[in-house]
């Protein structure tokens, strides 16, 4: 039996993948009319749904999420930033390849792989016997935080894309690995997509602001050079730190994922 997607949460998993099927078409459906709506698209013709799902998930004020998608105020990130955090995620790749070539097992990274709400930092795919097979329905997908921030959509949006796969978190900045299955956020996800949904489709209908809500812009947070020299510093030094953790995490969701013989106890 067929449920809607405004129904309470089921108890049954079958109805739960139904549930999640059914609310996953009209996310879509909903950014896809955003995105037509306020242009909101790639270079390559797609709509731009992490961005959308996220200032979504953002703004209650409809006057707000009109006029950031209007000016398409998608958060930019200093340019030092976004080289640490390339810097860090080709130093795990790097790390990965070097543990996993040392087990019986062949295992491929891709980094910067595109999923359907957003991209993972590395995507690691088992290959069988050798050939770059992809499978779909198990998968490891880290995300790299080199800064403070952390965004609990951008979590959900990941583990809704890949429900059957194991999201690490490694935040550097925070001395922090997390590891997330979608099971142990699966309630959370309903709300989530039902509310981005429904938020969606109030914005489709909200045209013309009868006054100014009054709120404050969010502008971007430009770091000055001392405390971006302090983040380099920092990365060095919670880097080394963290990097046993997060590589024994991987090691472990592999070993949990695949059932083959790579080992978690591998000492980096």
């Not at 999420?65 to 930033?81: A, H």
């Not at 792989?113 to 290959?127: M, N, P, T």
């Not at 779909?136 to 790299?144: F, N, P, R, T």
Request: aromatic share 6%; glycine share 4%; charged share 25%.
């Amino acid at each position: 039996m067929n449920r809607d997607a405004n129904s309470s949460k089921p108890n049954d998993p079958f109805e739960t993948c139904e549930l999640l099927e059914d609310l996953n078409k009209k996310v879509d459906e909903v950014c896809a009319k955003i995105a037509a709506r306020f242009n909101l698209f790639t270079v390559d013709g797609n709509a731009r749904k992490a961005a959308i799902i996220e200032m979504l998930a953002e703004n209650d004020c409809m006057d707000c999420l009109v006029r950031t998608m209007s000016e398409k105020r998608y958060e930019k990130v200093d340019p030092l930033y976004l080289e640490c955090h390339s810097t860090a995620v080709s130093i795990l790749v790097e790390e990965l390849h070097r543990l996993i070539n040392g087990t019986e097992e062949l295992v491929a990274t891709s980094t910067e792989a595109q999923i359907e709400y957003g991209k993972a930092d590395i995507l690691i795919e088992h290959i069988s016997g050798g050939l770059a097979v992809k499978s779909a329905d198990k998968e490891v997908l880290i995300e790299v935080k080199t800064g403070e921030s952390i965004s609990l959509p951008q979590i959900l949006r990941y583990l809704i894309s890949k429900p059957n796969s194991t999201l690490i978190v490694w935040r550097i900045a925070n001395n922090q690995v997390l590891a997330f299955k979608f099971d142990d956020v699966m309630e959370l996800a309903i709300f989530f997509e039902r509310m981005i949904c429904v938020r969606g489709e109030r914005l489709l209908d909200y045209w013309e602001p009868t006054e100014e809500c009054g709120h404050a812009c969010k502008c971007g947070y430009r770091p000055s050079s001392e405390s971006m020299m302090k983040a380099v510093k920092r990365l060095s030094e919670n880097l080394t730190e963290t990097m046993p953790t997060v590589l024994e995490q991987t090691m472990k969701a592999l070993f949990d994922q695949f059932g083959t013989s790579l080992q978690a106890g591998i000492t980096p």
